[in-house]
């Protein structure tokens, strides 16, 4: 009996000595967490908060809204902060009816915009990891869009029936390029679409001038929409720089990185914002090596509006190289001044 009692003191006794202990370093970090979570009177802190005690900068934060177990403590582990190297990430992204990105690595910051057509209430993204690697993604948007952006049909240069069945095609968007003009930015597109400066894609600048009228663009029926391309785009241009020689005879060309060995939709947009009258512009349009519109005329697409938008679409064939050249040079037609050539597309 005596041995019992005091057993149960010397418990008794540890465990006021625990209670009256206070360590001196008492870091409590819920990771992963972005609120702070208390757990039998302790207070775990979210290590976003918690900073300055760690350094992470290759990890990532995971969570689950899933009950591991019933008691308290299993809100710890319902988030966490995970040490990896995004970099080594490889992955497919796909729908019900289209691979849309194959075997995807990452290095950098990437957008990859698609656009394809859902004839059901609902669209599946699906993300499948490559064996031995994981797939992630930092944002998503999915947005509807106007059903008359991407008609069913194109011009090629193989077919006088060109190519049918585009509505059937997922599209991946290589660039959106608005020549002659700065940046447009999606807060100035019904879209928010985003068309960058021509720069980067210019092969000798010095051929190539520009010309900016943005208010006299106009919308006719049976052309262009602001749904296509915005004013912003339309009102900007490139043109030859002639530099008042009519024996001028060059080609605008810009160039555009692709993939070896798959067929591309090039959209023209194209607004005459130079002419005082009409039947002054002709010009042709080149793809590659291949003329795909000859003394183009915008007047005869326009129902005699001047600076109407309208725009063409045309499909390659199949690249060949990585590279895709798209220009614009002067008409052969006689009394054709070579100034009055100019063009946008995107």
């Known amino acids: 009996m005596f041995e019992l009692l005091f057993w149960v003191s010397s418990v008794l006794c540890l465990a006021c000595s625990a209670i009256g202990f206070k360590p001196a370093d008492n870091y409590l970090i819920d990771c992963g967490s972005l609120t702070n979570n208390t757990v039998s009177g302790r207070v775990f802190m979210a290590d976003d908060l918690a900073s300055k005690f760690f350094s992470a900068p290759r990890s990532v934060v995971g ?83 106007p059903d008359q952006l991407i008609p069913d049909n194109a011009r090629t240069d193989k077919s006088s029936m060109g190519f049918q069945g585009l509505m059937w095609q997922a599209l991946e968007t290589v660039a959106r390029v608005n020549m002659g003009g700065p940046m447009a930015s999606f807060d100035n597109d019904t879209l928010s679409r985003t068309w960058v400066p021509e720069q980067s894609f210019l092969i000798e600048k010095n051929l190539a001038s520009t010309v900016s009228n943005i208010r006299s663009v106009k919308y006719v029926d049976g052309g262009s929409t602001p749904e296509i391309a915005p004013a912003s785009v339309y009102g900007t241009c490139t043109k030859m720089n002639s530099l008042g020689d009519p024996n001028s005879n060059f080609d605008v060309t810009w ?92």
């Not at 849309?100 to 669209?123: A, C, D, H, M, Y």
């Not at 939709?265 to 130079?274: A, G, M």
């Not at 795909?292 to 509006?305: I, K, M, P």
Request: hydrophobic share 40%; proline share 2%; with cysteine.
């Open 63 to 145: 969570n689950t809204s899933k009950s591991i177990t019933s008691s308290a403590v299993s809100r710890l582990y319902r988030t966490a902060r995970i040490f990896t190297d995004l970099s080594l990430a490889r992955f497919d992204v796909s729908t019900e009816n289209h691979v849309l990105l194959s075997s995807l690595s990452v290095g950098v910051p990437l957008v990859k915009e698609f656009s394809v057509n859902v004839t059901t209430n609902s669209l599946t993204i699906i993300f499948t990891p490559s064996e031995n690697s994981f797939a992630f993604i930092n944002a998503l948007e999915v947005v509807s869009a």
């Open 255 to 346: 160039e555009f990185d692709v993939d070896q060995g798959f067929q591309y939709l090039v959209r023209f947009n194209f607004c005459d914002i130079v002419s005082t009258t009409f039947n002054q512009l002709y010009f042709n349009i080149f793809i590659d090596s291949s003329m795909v519109v000859r003394d183009l005329d915008l007047s005869t697409y326009s129902v005699n509006v001047l600076a109407a938008a309208y725009y063409m679409d045309y499909v390659t064939d199949s690249t060949m190289t990585n590279k895709l050249r798209v220009s614009s040079g002067p008409s052969n037609l006689h009394d054709v001044y070579p100034y009055a050539n100019h063009t946008k597309w995107a």
